[in-house]
Structures are given as structure tokens and as C-alpha cells.
């Protein structure tokens, strides 16, 4: 599969919720990244996905035509969702930046403004202290213990730790 088809896929995949289709396209060996993921690998970007899909109840996703330059596909897409530690509403805006390699994704990295994000998500401590990195640190180790969670339960052993 060309790797414009791939990434166009993934983003298809996740407005309608499907994870494991999502996780089916990255590598064994892939690499994930954003401001709250900073460092997952392959099988663990494809646990997110599942969890991030599975607890989603009004999620709403959308994304521009990918396109691709000097072996990257690119795309921006967009996220609309309730966010659940806070119960308040999140629209993020998101640039990918998605390498493609004989029909799987080997690297991802998502860019977004952190500081936006927290301000919605999280509100005054957000707005107060989401441009911090003590903050985004606190919100990465939660992350991260949600999805070491996730994993446990799910039974994949994507991730030891």
C-alpha cells in the first residue's frame, strides 16, 4: 500500500473508532511520539490507539488529504472529544509527521500545542501551568500509567515499563 493510502487509513480508522485497524498499520518496530506520548514503540502506539478509541464516547475525528515530501507524509487533522479526567470539552489540532516503510508506519510524530491542549483539557491548572514542563510531565506520567493499565488488562504485553 502506498504510504499516502496508509496514512489516510489511520485517520479513516480512528474517525470511525477502530484501534486495531489502527494498530494493524504500525511496524513491530515503529516509533510513536507527541506531547503526551512522547516515546512509544510500535506495539505500544497501537495499544494507544485501542485505548484512546475504546474510551472514546464522542469522539469526532478529521483530517486534510495527506501528502507526501521527501519521504514523509504529512496531515493535519483534528480532534473533538470530551476529555475524561476532567469531563471537559477538548478540540485539538494536530500536524503529523508519519514515515511509511514497505506499507507500515515506522515512525510517527504528532505536534500540537501542549499549552492549548492543557488549557482545555484541564482548565485553570492548565492555563495557569500547561506552558511548564513540571506539568506536561505530570500529565505524561499519566498517561503512561493509564496505558500500562490499559495494556495489563488488554493482555497484549505491548509494554514492560
Not at 29 to 35: L, Q, W
Amino acid at each position: 500500500m502506498e504510504p499516502v493510502a496508509v496514512v489516510d487509513r489511520l485517520y479513516t480508522a480512528f474517525a470511525a473508532r477502530d484501534g486495531d485497524a489502527m494498530a494493524a498499520l504500525y511496524a513491530p518496530s515503529g516509533r510513536f511520539s507527541d506531547p503526551v506520548f512522547p516515546a512509544l514503540t510500535g506495539a505500544e502506539a497501537g495499544a494507544m490507539w485501542r485505548m484512546l478509541t475504546a474510551r472514546a464516547d464522542d469522539l469526532r475525528i478529521e483530517h486534510t488529504p495527506p501528502t507526501q515530501q521527501d519521504g514523509h507524509v504529512r496531515t493535519r487533522w483534528q480532534a473533538w472529544y470530551t476529555f475524561s479526567a476532567t469531563g471537559r470539552k477538548v478540540h485539538n489540532i494536530i500536524d503529523a509527521d508519519i514515515v511509511v516503510e514497505d506499507g507500515q508506519i515506522t515512525s510517527h510524530t504528532d505536534h500540537f500545542g501542549f499549552w492549548r491542549w492543557s488549557r482545555q483539557a484541564l482548565g485553570v491548572p492548565g492555563l495557569l501551568l500547561g506552558w511548564t514542563p513540571m506539568l506536561q510531565g505530570k500529565v505524561q506520567k499519566q498517561a503512561d500509567k493509564g496505558l500500562r493499565q490499559f495494556l495489563a488488562r488488554d493482555g497484549s504485553g505491548a509494554a514492560s515499563g
